[in-house]
């Protein structure tokens, strides 16, 4: 399994912009696909968007296509989330994960086995 820090959560108004950052170390050779996932308080976790790592394939949630990109650094070892035109329901702890090699499925979050600690993201009206 692969260690991951996900940063650059915070504060911002409604229509703002927040660049989500999650940093990967450990067995990265075994990962097949990265996302991003939110919850917030006494919802559950939900998929918002994700990334196969070696072909860029990516998949979002209709509640967030448009308005989210999920993109990644080979040089960095990190995945992105820019999230544009930020509403309320927005609000939620963010956390990105990681898949295994051989996945058949990259989209829910039984598929992804390391989870980040999360970042919170705010949006207020």
């Known amino acids: 399994q692969v260690q991951l820090v996900e940063s650059g959560g915070g504060l911002v108004q409604a229509g703002g912009s927040l660049r989500l950052s999650c940093e990967a170390s450990?067995?990265?050779?075994?990962?097949?696909?990265m996302g991003w996932f939110r919850q917030a308080p006494g919802k559950e976790r939900e998929s918002v968007a994700a990334?196969?790592?070696?072909?860029?394939?990516?998949y979002y949630a209709d509640s967030v296509k448009g308005r989210f990109t999920i993109s990644r650094d080979n040089a960095k070892d990190t995945v992105y989330l820019q999230m544009n035109s930020l509403k309320p329901e927005d609000t939620a702890v963010y956390y990105c994960a990681a898949s295994s090699d051989g996945s058949s499925s990259w989209w829910f979050p039984t598929d992804f086995h390391s989870w980040g600690q999360g970042t919170q993201v705010t949006v207020s009206s």
């Open positions: 450990g067995r990265t050779f075994n990962r097949f696909a």
């Open positions: 990334i196969r790592w070696s072909s860029g394939i990516t």
